[in-house]
C-alpha cells in the first residue's frame, strides 16, 4: 500500500468543498458550511482540522483596509544583498532579519543575479517611504543595494487576494486560462 505524500496530501471531493468555504470566507462556522453543503457539524470540525494538521491551512488572516489603519503608501522593491551580508548571516538568519521589519508585508527570496529580495512594504505616506528609502541609501549602502523602487498609492490596489487561483487549483476540471483578458 502506497504511504500517503505529507508534502502533496490528497484531498477527497468533501475536503475541497470544505477548503473552498473555508478560502472564501475564513471565519466561517462549521455549521454553516455543514448546512451548505450537507454534512454534519462533526465531520466539517474534522475535516478543518485534518486541513490544519497536514499544514495546508496554517492560519487565518485578516483581510486589512491598509488605508483604514493609516497605511497609504506602498513600494515594491528588489534588494540585492551585498557580500559583506552573505558572509556574515546564512540564508534562514537573513530571513528572520527581514521577518522582523515592521514594514515588510511581503518578502520574498528571488534566486537571481540582479536582486536577491522582493519586498512589499507599507508606510504611512509617501515622505515616510522616502526617508527609509534614503536612510537604505546612507546609512546600510554597505550591506544592501536597492536594485528596483516601485511606489505605489493603497487606492491603486485592484486586487489583494489568492482566492480565484485556490479555487482553480481545487477544481482540476476548470483548466487555467490561457488567455488574459485581452482577446474575447
Known sequence: MKKPDLNFPKLTSNEKIVLKKI?????????????????????????RHKLENVGIIKGYAPVIDYKKIGI??????????????????????????????????????????????????????????????????????REIEIVNVYPFSVDRIIKNNHIGLLNTILNPKEAFSNDFFLDK
Open 72 to 141: 497609504e503608501a506602498l513600494v515594491v522593491l528588489g534588494v540585492r544583498f551585498t557580500q559583506y551580508i552573505w558572509n556574515k548571516y546564512s540564508e534562514d538568519e537573513i530571513a528572520e532579519k527581514i521577518l522582523k521589519i515592521p514594514q515588510v508585508i511581503t518578502a520574498y527570496r528571488i534566486p537571481e543575479a540582479r536582486i536577491s529580495h522582493l519586498l512589499v512594504m507599507g508606510f504611512r505616506n509617501i515622505d515616510d517611504k522616502d526617508r527609509y528609502m534614503m536612510r537604505l541609501q546612507s546609512k546600510y549602502s
Open 23 to 47: 478560502i472564501g470566507q475564513a471565519k466561517i462556522p462549521d455549521l454553516e458550511i455543514a448546512k451548505k453543503i450537507g454534512l454534519s457539524q462533526q465531520a466539517i470540525f474534522k475535516i
